[in-house]
């Protein structure tokens, strides 16, 4: 039976409609039309909002209590993804950081098995780490710490065939044929906690990588002689970028450059998420290590940064009513963009015919009402 939706304002995506309906069959949009020609459709009134695509979420340590390293189980991907789907992210990558070989394989086992058993909302694994540069660790355990050998390519090309796989790296650790061969193996490659120099990440990006993780936190930064990471991220048009927009981890007006220099497709809002977030507490053990929040900071006893409290949702005000940005070009950093990079824009990202009914209804204050995943 198709049901339409009615009664909110539409962003497809591409632009706002008024007096129009989603007509959702199963877990797919069937039709968007005009209010008066539902059809037979059940007619179920949203009683206004703004009906969005889904929110797609690539990395998202953990949320509602729950951590992936802390526990890399099909439990606690089903707990993160719950407790983010409250906040609108209706697609993410589960992440687990730097840790022991067996904790990130065990990760991706858990994360693959969570998509066989359909676990809503999971579309693959962000593995970020262990082969970091030290000197950009930020709060990955050093101990964890390694180089890219021969047979760890080789095992995350592996990981690829069981589920989609995000890897972050530094360019300026592993080895740029390395690099081509996991792109070219269909990892989704990401430059991340690296001093690389400008030089380091642009061959990085020319051999395969394709985004750049958490731009401007645990990376060089760009000055007038040496452009570092960042400024390789601003000046690559065809790169993604992550951005964690909180007020916290990047300041308003650097994150104003990023988005007047960055092609607007190309940038992706993330959360950085950890088991603080989306309802989670205020004090958790990362490793051994005690992380805090404090005025919505998670830091370590020493200061440094350990993840953030955001949620998507949040992450969209901010854009929106701090830093003014246009509604649509937000919504579309929080959906179509991150579902082009993963490559299932043909599937998410836009409210249009053929697409999975994964959507977000927000109210004025754009906080969340309902979501949609695959029409439930």
């Not at 989609?164 to 070219?184: H, I």
């Not at 401007?216 to 951005?243: C, F, H, K």
């Not at 990047?250 to 220099?261: E, M």
Request: charged share 20%.
């Amino acid at each position: 039976m198709a049901i339409a939706l009615t009664g909110a304002r539409i962003f497809t995506g591409d632009t706002f409609l008024d007096g129009h309906a989603v007509v959702i069959e199963g877990a797919r949009i069937l039709r968007v039309a005009p209010e008066a020609e539902t059809g037979r459709a059940e007619r179920r009134d949203l009683g206004g909002g703004l009906l969005a695509p889904g929110f797609i979420d690539v990395q998202v340590n953990g949320g509602g209590g729950a951590l992936l390293n802390d526990a890399p189980t099909v439990g606690t991907v089903r707990t993160i993804a719950t407790s983010h789907r409250r906040f609108g992210t209706t697609g993410m990558l589960p992440t687990v950081i730097t840790d022991a070989p067996q904790v990130i394989a065990r990760a991706v086992t858990s994360v693959a098995r969570a998509m066989a058993e359909a676990v809503p909302g999971v579309l693959g694994i962000h593995i970020e780490g262990p082969f970091l540069d030290v000197a950009r660790k930020g709060a990955h355990a050093a101990r964890f710490i390694r180089g890219m050998e021969e047979a760890d390519a080789d095992a995350i090309a592996g990981f690829a065939m069981y589920c989609p796989v995000m890897l972050t790296l530094a360019p300026n650790r592993v080895k740029p044929a390395l690099v081509q061969r996991l792109a070219r193996a269909g990892v989704l490659v990401s430059l991340g906690h690296s001093e690389a120099s400008y030089a380091e990440a642009v061959q990085a990006l020319a051999v395969g990588a394709r985004a750049i993780t958490h731009l401007y936190n645990a990376m060089s930064q760009m000055t007038g002689r040496e452009p570092g990471l960042v400024g390789a991220a601003l000046t690559d048009a065809e790169s993604y970028v992550g951005i964690i927009a909180d007020g916290c981890h990047v300041h308003d007006a650097a994150l104003k450059a990023a988005f007047a220099a960055k092609p607007a497709s190309r940038m992706m809002l993330i959360t950085d998420a950890m088991p603080s977030a989306a309802g989670g507490p205020d004090c958790f053990e990362l490793q051994g290590r005690t992380v805090r929040r404090e005025n919505g900071r998670l830091s370590l006893a020493d200061g440094t940064l350990a993840g953030s409290d955001l949620t998507m949702d949040a992450a969209v005000r901010h854009c929106v009513e701090g830093l003014g940005m246009e509604l649509g070009a937000v919504l579309r950093m929080a959906s179509l963009n991150p579902a082009s990079f993963l490559r299932c824009e043909h599937e998410l990202g836009r409210i249009a015919p053929g697409h999975l009914a994964s959507l977000v209804l927000l109210g004025e204050d754009l906080h969340v009402r309902q979501t949609w995943i695959n029409g439930q």
